[in-house]
């Protein structure tokens, strides 16, 4: 049976691949992280359309994927448009900052976004929020320098990002024009989902799009009779950076890999 393909710039859409794994277990999967090309978000929509071509194609080339999960916000928004005019005959599922879901449950109707410069930039994202903030009040908040912090495993960098961006993304509580929702608009941030809570009270609901994602995969599939009915699925290991580093990234953030995971294997 063929895999579905997964990509990021790094190790991000590991996030989404944890909620793909658990929504779909006897699928397999081939995880690219574009690490020697990260971070994608601080860099125009060029270099990032053409990363994300360049990464399908290796998927496609190397392994017929049957589908495609762009685990990135930002190669999302700048590239799946392309993909999908590229590549017609292949199901492509993209993931946005979980907007709607954010503004139909905040109390308080103030949400902060948490995302890459280049997402919230976008032309999508803004027609995401036109369409979808209401009478909301949504505030951007991009992150610089996160997803590299998270991609060194630079703890202290981590920490110290995160109180600032939080602090940013305040102030948190239930009465009026206090943030009661914070949307995870980058795949990288539910990783370091726990520092961020450090910085917030108890209550405040952070939203992230990895369980969505999985169900819409879930749901393209069965769509085309491609879903596999049996067996106990796999995982291989990508990328275009050191994939010792990725199989410890995995092994840390995916928590349980199946016994049947195939040892990762270098990028042709
Ligand atoms: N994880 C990616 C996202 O969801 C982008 C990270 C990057 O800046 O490379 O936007």
């Known amino acids: 049976m063929p895999h579905i393909g997964v990509f990021d710039s790094g190790v991000g859409g ?7 794994r658990a929504e779909l277990q006897h699928e397999s999967f081939v995880y690219f992280a574009d690490t020697a ?3 994608y978000g601080e860099r125009g929509d060029a270099y990032v359309t053409e990363r994300s071509r360049q990464v399908a194609a290796q998927l496609i080339d190397a392994h017929g994927i049957k589908a495609l999960v762009v685990a990135c916000n930002t190669a999302t928004t700048a590239a799946i448009h392309l993909l999908r005019s590229e590549h017609p005959a292949l199901p492509i599922v993209g993931l946005e900052p979980a907007l709607k879901p954010a503004v139909a449950t905040s109390r308080t109707g103030h949400i902060s976004v948490m995302a890459t410069r280049g997402t919230l930039a976008s032309a999508k994202y803004a027609a995401l929020r036109d369409s979808f903030a209401g009478t909301a ?3 951007a908040v991009p992150c610089d320098g996160l997803v590299k912090a998270i991609e060194g495993f ?12 939080m602090a ?3 102030p948190f ?3 009026t024009g206090e943030v009661d929702t914070v949307v995870l608009g980058c795949t990288h941030y539910p990783l370091v989902k726990s520092e961020l809570q450090r910085h917030a009270p108890p209550s405040l609901r952070f939203i992230d799009t990895g369980a969505p994602v999985a ?3 879930r749901r ?7 879903l596999a009915d049996g067996g106990q699925g796999g995982l291989l290991l990508q990328g275009s950076g050191d994939l010792a580093v990725l199989e410890a990234a995995a092994a840390h953030w995916l928590r349980q890999p199946r016994p049947s995971d195939a040892p990762a294997t270098a990028a042709a």
Do not use: K
Request: glycine share 8%; net charge negative.
């Open 14 to 20: 590991l996030s989404v691949l944890a909620a793909l």
């Open 37 to 39: 090309f990260a971070p």
């Open 137 to 139: 009040t949504v505030r």
């Open 154 to 165: 630079d703890t202290a960098a981590i920490e110290a990002l995160c109180a600032r961006y």
């Open 168 to 170: 940013e993304a305040g």
């Open 173 to 175: 509580g239930h009465a």
């Open 215 to 217: 169900q819409q995969t």
């Open 220 to 226: 393209v599939l069965a769509s085309l009779g491609q």
